[in-house]
């Protein structure tokens, strides 16, 4: 399942940013799909996650509160809206597509996107 963000950029604090992952591939609409970011020098670590017919979603404490995901199976595309950026948040974004969506691993995804770069200045 080839998948593509784009919607990075660069921000001020505060901000917000609108990222969507689009899939191609008949497979899509039966697959969870999460978002994982990588910051400089960091290991890639979970974001959030939606089920496969959107009817549930799962994030990290980190950006609870603050970030959305959100799909369209009619057009597959999942979209993550980003809310109060802060600088911690900058970091490419990954969107990936797996069995699960309650599953927080990178080992637990089997498709990956080239990622999109968000950097958030103070």
């Known amino acids: 399942v080839p998948l593509e963000e784009s919607g990075g950029g660069l921000v001020q604090t505060g901000d917000s940013l609108r990222l969507s992952c689009v899939a191609s591939?008949?497979?899509?609409?039966?697959?969870?799909v999460g978002w994982f970011r990588q910051g400089p020098m960091e290991e890639r670590e979970y974001v959030a996650s939606i089920k496969f017919d959107g009817s549930a979603s799962n994030y990290a404490d980190s950006v609870k509160g603050r970030f959305t995901i959100s799909r369209d199976n009619n057009k597959k595309t999942v979209t993550l809206e980003m809310r109060s950026l802060k600088p911690e948040d900058t970091a490419v974004y990954y969107c990936?597509?797996?069995?699960?969506?309650?599953?927080?691993?990178?080992?637990?995804?089997?498709?990956w996107g080239r990622g999109t770069q968000v950097t958030v200045s103070s």
């Open positions: 591939g008949s497979t899509f609409y039966s697959l969870a």
């Open positions: 990936a597509a797996g069995s699960f969506y309650r599953d927080t691993r990178t080992r637990d995804y089997d498709y």
